[in-house]
């Protein structure tokens, strides 16, 4: 199975900060189609994930540009600029390269 | 509007089976397949399977092989997940989530196994 193991955020971060959130995985997620197949979640606290990034880097529809994605095929990033209340909860990235499809443990983000 | 309505919230002995639902509207159901996501408590998120509604076709998290069943019904725009022979470890809330990309998840449905 691939393993996603994700980083820690220095919580609380400073509302207006930036945010930068560390995924990585045990095998690369670049296909030969070019595309890499990672995506990211968002949970709020009490609700359903929801869908910020995927193919690495396209933000999912209504999602704010504050959020962008980067990496390379094993190292991934997203970075949230201008951190704002509603940015709060745990970040999921998540693999769907082979089955079975991970996520990392999961990033949590407080605001100060 | 995408909206994936899940079954309501369970309380189950140890031993038993349960079966929860995941209605889909808003899209054509057998477009997209549904994966299924389980989540325990305090913990993150763990893949249990998928199910391609058109062609009646799954694939399960090795994990889970045995303990979770994945069915749709086309009439009813549908999907379904039993669960059987119920322990303490299966206490979790599960999702549902269509594709592409897990880009609208229901609200959960909390399974409680306790005598």
């Known amino acids: 199975d691939i393993v996603m193991t994700q980083g820690a955020l220095p919580n609380p971060v400073p509302s207006g900060e930036s945010a930068s959130i560390t995924c990585q995985s045990s095998?690369?997620?670049?296909?030969?189609?070019?595309?890499?197949?990672l995506n990211w979640y968002l949970q709020r606290p009490g609700q359903s994930p929801q869908l910020l990034i995927y193919?690495?880097?396209t933000r999912a529809s209504g999602v704010s540009d504050r959020f962008s994605g980067s990496g390379s095929g094993t190292d991934f990033t997203l970075k949230i600029s201008s951190v704002e209340a509603e940015d709060v909860g745990v970040y999921y990235c998540?693999?769907?390269?082979?089955?079975?499809?991970?996520f990392g443990g999961g990033t949590k983000l407080e605001l100060k | 509007e995408v909206k994936l309505q899940q079954s309501g919230d369970e309380l189950v002995r140890p031993g038993a089976s349960v079966k929860m639902s995941c209605k889909a509207s808003?899209?054509?159901?057998?477009?997209?397949?549904m994966h299924w996501v389980k989540q325990s408590p305090g913990q993150g998120l763990e893949w249990i399977g998928t199910?391609?509604?058109?062609?009646?076709?799954?694939s399960y998290n090795q994990k889970f092989k045995g303990k979770a069943t994945l069915t749709a019904d086309k009439s009813s725009n549908t999907a379904y997940m039993e669960l059987s022979r119920l322990t303490s470890e299966d206490s979790a809330v599960y999702y549902c989530?269509?594709?592409?990309?897990?880009?609208?998840w229901g609200q959960g449905a909390s399974v409680t196994v306790s005598s």
């Open positions: 989530a269509r594709s592409p990309h897990y880009s609208a």
């Open positions: 808003g899209y054509t159901f057998t477009d997209y397949a």
């Open positions: 199910i391609i509604p058109l062609i009646d076709t799954t």
């Open positions: 095998k690369s997620l670049l296909h030969s189609n070019g595309k890499t197949y």
């Open positions: 193919w690495m880097s």
């Open positions: 998540q693999q769907f390269l082979e089955y079975p499809r991970t």
